[in-house]
Structure formats: C-alpha cells, structure tokens
C-alpha cells in the first residue's frame, strides 16, 4: 500500500459510497458524486468493500473511479 498512495492522499478518506434500495453505488469524492455503479458492477464493489479495511477500501474507490477530475472527458467524446 505504501508504494500505491505515495502522497498519502487516501488517508484523508476523500471517498465516500452510498448503498440505495435498489443496490445502486453511488460514489462520492470530497462529498461530490462522480460515479454510479448498477448491476453487475455494483454487486462486484459492494462484495470487496465488505472485505475490505479503510484504506483498501479508499482504493478500490480510487480504482473504480479512475481518471474522473480533470473534467475533459466529454469533450473528448465529442470530438
């Protein structure tokens, strides 16, 4: 883990998840959702985060959400 988070950045917890009715993930970043898992891949996220630590579970969120904030990802999909 140590080599993963080198700037220690997932200590300060800056994800969150929430588990709705209908087993939709939605995923929080600094408060802010950035993402929603359904079906198949929501069940896979809550199966892992039910194993995993706080930090494990920072990282599988880090993971899930991959290159979400520099906001030009539909710009490029436009194009």
Do not use: C
């Not at 700037?7 to 950035?34: A, C, M, T």
Request: hydrophobic content about 35%; cysteine-free; aromatic content about 8%.
């Amino acid at each position: 883990m140590d080599n993963i988070d080198k700037r220690d950045k997932l200590k300060e917890e800056p994800f969150s998840y929430k588990l709705s009715k209908d087993n939709k993930v939605f995923i929080f970043w600094h408060g802010k959702q950035v993402m929603i898992l359904k079906g198949k891949e929501s069940e896979k996220f809550i199966a892992k985060i039910e194993r995993a630590d706080k930090m494990e579970a920072q990282l599988i969120m880090a993971k899930i959400t991959g290159n979400f904030k520099h906001g030009n990802e539909k710009m490029n999909k436009l194009r």
